[in-house]
C-alpha cells in the first residue's frame, strides 16, 4: 500500500476540483458563463480565442462538473453547474495582493452567436 495514500486520498476529489480551476482560460470561460449560458462562438469571440481550444477547455470543465450543456435545436449552450464556484474564485481573488484589472474582452455587441443574433444589444 502506498504510504501517501491515507494522505492524499480524503483530499482527491478537492485536489481535483482545484485543478480544473488552475487555468487562464478555464478561469476566463467561467468568468463569461458567469452572465448567464453561453455557446461556444460567443466564449471564442468574447476572449479571443480559438474555437478548439475554448472546445477543449469546457470538455475539462464539464468532466469536472463546474459546467453542464443544453442543446436547443442546432445549438448547445454552456452554463455553470453550481454558482457555489463563484464565491471559491471571488474568495480566492480577494487573497491576491493587488485587485485584478478587468478582464480584456471583444464587446458583445461584435458577436454573430445564436443568442446575440436573436436579442440583439440594446445599446
Ligand atoms: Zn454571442
Known amino acids: 500500500m502506498n504510504e501517501n495514500s491515507a494522505f492524499t486520498d480524503p483530499y482527491d476529489s478537492l485536489a481535483a476540483?482545484?485543478?480544473?480551476?488552475?487555468?487562464?482560460?478555464?478561469?476566463?470561460?467561467?468568468?463569461?458563463?458567469?452572465?448567464?449560458?453561453?455557446?461556444?462562438?460567443?466564449?471564442?469571440?468574447?476572449?479571443?480565442?480559438?474555437?478548439a481550444y475554448v472546445s477543449q477547455q469546457l470538455m475539462l470543465l464539464r468532466q469536472s462538473r463546474l459546467v453542464s450543456m443544453r442543446r436547443?435545436?442546432?445549438?448547445?449552450?454552456?452554463?455553470?453547474?453550481?454558482?457555489?464556484?463563484?464565491?471559491?474564485?471571488?474568495?480566492?481573488?480577494?487573497?491576491?495582493?493587488?485587485p485584478l484589472p478587468p478582464l480584456p474582452r471583444t464587446p458583445a455587441s461584435q458577436c454573430t452567436c445564436p443568442k446575440c443574433r436573436i436579442a440583439p444589444q440594446m445599446q
Open 72 to 98: 436547443q435545436g442546432w445549438n448547445v449552450f454552456y452554463y455553470i453547474s453550481d454558482p457555489r464556484v463563484f464565491e471559491v474564485l471571488d474568495q480566492a481573488r480577494a487573497m491576491l495582493p493587488a
Open 17 to 51: 476540483l482545484f485543478r480544473a480551476l488552475s487555468h487562464p482560460a478555464r478561469l476566463a470561460i467561467l468568468e463569461v458563463l458567469r452572465e448567464g449560458e453561453a455557446c461556444v462562438c460567443h466564449i471564442e469571440t468574447l476572449l479571443g480565442l480559438r474555437q
